[in-house]
Each structure stands twice: as structure tokens, then as C-alpha cells.
């Protein structure tokens, strides 16, 4: 009997340090913030409803593919990632799926004044305007405008995106994700020479350094980020960096609730491939300690009859 006042001594201490230690030690490593709503409550909707036709007409008069591809519309991007970061800090995203990954308030809220939508007015004024314009409008009401042109956006748009266009399209611009071979100005060809490896590495530099002129730090890896900062804190981070990492140069970036999980999905997928394996390893273990236990105590009670 003393042996099981043992054991259950054990069992208390270790769920102790479970419950009680555990989440203690998570609070104080991760300060406790608000759940991601995705609700985009400081934006003011609208109230209009968008005509996808009139919206086409709006967006090619409208200069966005000056400096923004639309792939699935045959609209290539008018430089390359390298010259695009020289001239605008960053390159901008492909549209094609703009209408599917982003909020359409907060769509609506880019267009018309992009700093605020992101919250980074911290660093963007008169002086240093940011690099993607406001739109005033073509001629008419400014708000139907805009909503006709996030009716386009939505019209074009795919229903489902693959987790990894909506990284690349989302983050992809300012992250690596080496590990998936994603580099910020795009995967990394097969390479047969040092030169052409050379080549590559020197374009990523630049592209790094305007990247870092313009958002005064640079942006991570990603590769392994879903294991440093768990499912939780990168949904959360998305919805608002300015809440998790006060002053941060990391743009709001409006993503819908359903895009922000893809976003997570490829993380997990790159990142933390052993994750399943490792799940449904974890009840195997346990069932291994319970026979083990048993088979011992039967082996001491065995070795103790034939003493007595
Ligand atoms: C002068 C170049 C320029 C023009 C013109 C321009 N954009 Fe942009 N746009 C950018 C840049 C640069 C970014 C990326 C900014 C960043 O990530 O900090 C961007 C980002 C975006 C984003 C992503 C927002 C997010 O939250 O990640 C959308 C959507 C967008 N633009 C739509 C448009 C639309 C629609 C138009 C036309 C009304 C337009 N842009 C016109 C340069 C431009
Ligand atoms: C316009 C550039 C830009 C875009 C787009 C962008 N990020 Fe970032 N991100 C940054 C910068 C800059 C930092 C570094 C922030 C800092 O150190 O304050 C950062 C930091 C991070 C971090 C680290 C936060 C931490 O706790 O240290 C994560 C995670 C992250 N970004 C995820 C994302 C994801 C996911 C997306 C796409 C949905 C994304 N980012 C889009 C610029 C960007």
C-alpha cells in the first residue's frame, strides 16, 4: 500500500505542476490580450452596394495595376519585385485574390486612405507619405466608387484559396519562408552555378535593404514561427499587431477570419509538419506508462511473495 500512497503522491505533484505551474509560466511569457474578432470594428461600412462592372471600369481608370499585377486577369506586374521595392519600399501584392483574403470594409478602407486602414499614421504624414496613394476618386461619389471597385475585387476573386496564395499574397512580400523555399522576391529557381545562386542572393539583399529603409526593421523567417508563437498569438497578431507588439512596423493587413486560418494552415504545414504524427503519438505513450506500471507491480509482487 505504500507503494500506491507513492505513486499517488506523484500523480498529485505532476498535476500540480500541470495546472497550476504551466499556464502560470504561458501567462507570464505570453501577456494576455483580447481574442482576434475579426470584426474590424473602428472601420466604418460603406453602406453602398458595389456593381462588379462598374467596378472594372473604375480600377482600370484608376492607376491600381501601375503598380499592382492581377495574374488571373492577364495584368503582369509592371516591375520586378527588386525595382518594385526601390521605388515603393515593398513589392506590392497581386489583386487576384484580393477580394476572397481581405475584409471587404477593410478592402474598402485601404483604398481610400491605406496608412490608416494598416495603422501606421505612427509613421506616415505629409512629409513621408505612404507609398501607396489614397484614392480620391474618378469623378463621381467617392464612396460608391470604392465600393464598386471591392465588387470587382470579390467578382474575380476565387471562393477557395490554397493556403499558400494566401500567404505568398498576403505576407509573402515582406516574409521568407525559406523552409517552403519562398524568398520575398519569390521562389528560388534550380540553380546549376555559384553565379547564379550568387545572383539570386544579391537580389534578395536589395530587396531586404529597401524593405528595411522603408519599414525601419526587417521582417523575420516565418519557417518556424508557428512553434515560437503557437496557432493562437499569430491569429491574434494578424487581426492587429499594433495590439500584441505596440508601435511595430508590421502593418495591419485585414485579412477575413477563413484567410487568416489558411495563413496559419501553411505555417503549420511548413513549419510543423510532424505535428499529426506527433498527436496521435501521444496516447500510445500513455498507454504504454499504464502497462508498464501494471507489469511492474506485478513483477514486485511476484519477487515479494518468495521473500515472505
Ligand atoms: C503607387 C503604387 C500603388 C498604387 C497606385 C496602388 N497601390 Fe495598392 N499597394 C501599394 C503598395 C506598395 C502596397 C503594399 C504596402 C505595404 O505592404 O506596406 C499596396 C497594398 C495594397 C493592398 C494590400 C493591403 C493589405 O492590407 O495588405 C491592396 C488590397 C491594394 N494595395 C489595393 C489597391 C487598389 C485597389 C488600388 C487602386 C485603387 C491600389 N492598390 C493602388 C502600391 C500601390
Ligand atoms: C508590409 C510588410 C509586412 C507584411 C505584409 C506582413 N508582415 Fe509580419 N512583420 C513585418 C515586420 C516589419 C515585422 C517585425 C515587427 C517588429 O519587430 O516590430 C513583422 C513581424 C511578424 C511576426 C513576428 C511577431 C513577433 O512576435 O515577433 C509574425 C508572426 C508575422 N509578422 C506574421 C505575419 C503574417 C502571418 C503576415 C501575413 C498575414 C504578415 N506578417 C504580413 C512586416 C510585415
Redesign the pocket.
Known amino acids: 500500500m505504500r507503494e500506491l500512497k507513492i505513486l499517488g503522491v506523484v500523480i498529485l505533484f505532476t498535476l500540480i505542476t500541470y495546472w497550476g505551474v504551466e499556464p502560470f509560466a504561458h501567462s507570464q511569457m505570453h501577456a494576455h490580450h483580447e481574442p482576434a474578432t475579426f470584426k474590424y470594428e473602428d472601420i466604418t461600412p460603406l453602406g453602398k452596394k458595389g456593381n462588379p462592372q462598374r467596378g472594372a471600369e473604375i480600377f482600370a481608370n484608376a492607376g491600381c495595376t501601375g503598380c499592382h499585377s492581377v495574374k488571373s486577369q492577364n495584368l503582369p506586374a509592371p516591375m520586378d519585385p527588386v525595382a518594385a521595392s526601390a521605388s515603393y519600399g515593398?513589392n506590392p501584392?497581386d489583386l487576384s485574390d484580393a477580394g476572397a483574403l481581405y475584409d471587404p470594409k477593410y478592402l474598402a478602407a485601404v483604398i481610400k486612405n491605406p496608412a490608416h486602414a494598416?495603422k501606421l499614421d505612427h509613421k506616415f504624414n505629409e512629409n513621408r507619405p505612404f507609398p501607396m496613394p489614397n484614392f480620391y476618386g474618378v469623378g463621381g461619389d467617392l464612396d460608391q466608387e470604392v465600393a464598386d471597385i471591392v465588387a470587382y475585387l470579390q467578382s474575380i476573386a476565387p471562393k477557395e484559396v490554397e493556403p499558400k496564395e494566401?500567404?505568398v499574397n498576403?505576407?509573402?512580400?515582406?516574409?521568407d519562408m525559406k523552409y517552403d523555399n519562398w524568398y520575398v522576391i519569390g521562389p528560388k529557381p534550380k540553380m546549376d552555378t555559384e553565379l547564379e545562386e550568387a545572383q539570386f542572393n544579391l537580389k534578395h539583399a536589395e530587396y531586404q535593404e529597401n524593405?528595411k529603409k522603408?519599414?525601419?526593421?526587417?521582417?523575420?523567417d516565418?519557417s518556424m514561427?508557428i512553434r515560437s508563437?503557437g496557432h493562437e498569438?499569430?491569429r491574434d497578431?494578424?487581426e492587429d499587431?499594433q495590439k500584441?507588439?505596440h508601435?511595430?512596423?508590421?502593418?495591419r493587413?485585414g485579412?477575413t477570419e477563413e484567410a487568416?486560418e489558411k495563413?496559419?494552415t501553411y505555417?503549420e504545414n511548413v513549419g510543423d509538419r510532424k505535428k499529426e504524427k506527433r498527436e496521435s503519438l501521444g496516447p500510445l505513450v500513455l498507454l504504454y506508462f499504464i502497462i508498464f506500471a501494471l507489469l511492474a507491480y506485478a513483477w514486485k509482487q511476484k519477487v515479494w511473495r518468495d521473500v515472505h
Do not use: K
Open positions: 515593398v501584392p494598416m494566401a500567404f498576403a505576407c509573402g512580400r515582406c516574409h524593405l522603408y519599414l525601419g526593421t526587417n521582417p523575420p516565418l514561427y508563437r498569438y499569430i497578431f494578424i499587431p500584441i507588439l508601435g511595430t512596423a508590421m502593418p493587413v485579412l487568416t495563413v496559419v505555417m
